[in-house]
């Protein structure tokens, strides 16, 4: 990009504290109309705070921003809305009992108390022409896939003139059709004179869509990539860690046996506190030495899978056998102690209590029995040899072990797992979106504990909606579509393409 251009978008000298925690320091960021701007950097590192000061949710404690040249102070996100600056988020903010041109609607100012809503109508369909966006403006948003709820958000910001777009991980909840479409579209608003900054730790993904990278360690700017194409995805993941990445060897399966099987297992519908389908005649099995991975797009019965096998929820049918014994009636307490190790999806929600110390975060589970107590009664001394031994050996990054579970990075609250569900040597590991939000380093240390689990003879149920991940690992893929099982592949035979048509509800024909 040339100095003699104006950009969209400069932020000079940008700083924010919180406390001690100097969360960014001097940050400078340019952006140009047509520019495809990649934020990289590790957990922590200071991207979302940087993004929250430019919609408005953070004031700087120090710099300026200018738009098109113009000084501008952003308050909030109307400001930043009134300023040409959407953001996508990774959570979509929409109200599924409306329609799509309801929740295009909101908040928009009337016309003499009257919403001009024809005119509305033709906006959205100049958008849909101009980007490929198109979606019918009277389908409720419950109706709407998940890809399409993501298009919504995103014309949502187009709707409001947005002339500078910022997505958080935008592709975390999409099929590889899903995502290759959004890239299209991100594209054609490039070319149209949009700047977008697009965050991700999928480094593949930076160098398929983006024009320019800028990194971030520790709250400062550590480099400037002018051109993606001159770099590498490993030189990419080093600018972000600040040393080499060797990504971890898996040996070839030497299965022995079944340690987990699912069989015809059907759960009840309307259960599902969480939205996702329930399951129907779903049939799995892990092998000892193996890690089986289930792919799908979020809300397809995965969770469900995980809760089931976790003991916080029944089957209506089929049968649960874990380690080779049959679960009549499944408990987490029942399941702990036929070896099963839990890696939740939800961290702090279900994994960890954020109010706690991490120590006693970490030996929850096992408090009410040894090593930790005996007749009732805490061993202290047993519990912070535990505690300090784990957290040498998974690295954990804390003050001390009594510190607050919740004031811990993404990467650590998962190491904190980790080290408590991989100390007892589990038979068999449930893994749900163990990598979700962590960059690649963090990502790289949980594959490596996964590989060694898999050595070691133990199962692993790994399931991610991040396909790279699941390749990666995985010896077997099963591929879930409202609650079924829709194939299982030999990672031999499996492919993104393949994958991805199962994941969109294709069958095992179509998709081979």
């Not at 449930?430 to 960059?439: E, F, N, S």
């Not at 194939?487 to 991805?500: N, P, S």
Request: a negative charge; charged letters at 25%.
């Amino acid at each position: 990009m040339t100095s003699a251009r104006t950009p969209l978008l400069c932020m000079r000298g940008m700083s924010k504290s919180f406390g001690a925690v100097r969360a960014n320091q001097d940050v400078d960021l340019v952006l140009y109309a047509g520019d495809v701007l990649g934020l990289l950097g590790e957990n922590g590192a200071g991207k979302t705070t940087l993004m929250n000061m430019l919609f408005g949710t953070y004031a700087p404690d120090s710099g300026a921003i200018e738009i098109e040249g113009r000084p501008v102070t952003i308050s909030s996100s109307a400001d930043a809305l009134a300023l040409g600056v959407g953001m996508v988020h990774q959570h979509f903010h929409l109200v599924p009992r409306l329609t799509v041109l309801d929740n295009l609607m909101i908040g928009r100012p009337g016309n003499r108390g009257r919403l001009d809503r024809s005119g509305a109508r033709q906006k959205l369909e100049e958008i849909g022409d101009r980007f490929g966006l198109r979606l019918d403006p009277d389908e409720p948003v419950s109706a709407l896939a998940i890809g399409e709820q993501q298009r919504l958000e995103i014309v949502k910001a187009l709707f409001r003139d947005a002339r500078m777009l910022i997505l958080d991980e935008p592709t975390a909840v999409l099929t590889p059709q899903e995502a290759d479409f959004l890239f299209d579209a991100l594209r054609a608003m490039a070319g149209d004179g949009l700047g977008i900054i697009f965050i991700s730790h999928k480094l593949y993904e930076v160098k398929a869509i983006t024009n320019r990278a800028m990194i971030m360690r520790r709250g400062k700017v550590t480099a400037t990539v002018d051109d993606i194409g001159s770099v590498s995805e490993r030189e990419l993941g080093e600018l972000m860690c600040g040393h080499e990445i060797v990504p971890p060897q898996k040996a070839p399966s030497e299965p022995g046996k079944v340690l987990l099987r699912l069989k015809e297992v059907t759960t009840a519908p309307g259960a599902e506190a969480s939205g996702g389908a329930p399951l129907r005649e779903v049939s799995l099995e892990v092998r000892a030495g193996e890690v089986l991975g289930i792919a799908g797009v979020s809300g397809n019965g995965q969770l469900e899978v995980a809760e089931l096998i976790a003991g916080v929820r029944r089957q209506t049918a089929g049968e649960l056998n874990v380690t080779g014994e049959i679960v009549i009636y499944p408990s987490p307490r029942a399941i702990q102690d036929l070896r099963v190790g839990r890696i939740p999806e939800d961290r702090l929600g279900t994994g960890l209590i954020s109010s706690l110390p991490m120590a006693d975060s970490m030996i929850l589970p096992r408090v009410h029995a040894a090593p930790f107590s005996r007749y009732g009664v805490l061993d202290r001394a047993r519990i912070q040899d535990f505690v300090e031994g784990q957290v040498e050996r998974f690295d954990i990054k804390c003050a001390a072990i009594d510190v607050r579970t919740g004031t811990l990075s993404g990467g650590n609250l998962q190491k904190v797992l980790l080290a408590r569900e991989l100390a007892f040597d589990p038979l068999v590991v449930l893994a749900a979106q163990p990598t979700r939000g962590l960059d690649v380093g963090a990502a790289q240390f949980v594959h490596e504990r996964f590989l060694e689990v898999r050595a070691a003879g133990g199962a692993i149920l790994l399931i991610s909606e991040d396909l790279e991940e699941l390749f990666l690992l995985s010896d077997r893929i099963a591929v879930m579509y409202e609650g079924r099982v829709m194939d299982t592949l030999a990672i031999e035979e499996a492919t993104v393409r393949r994958v991805g048509m199962l994941m969109a509800g294709a069958s095992s024909e179509d998709a081979a």
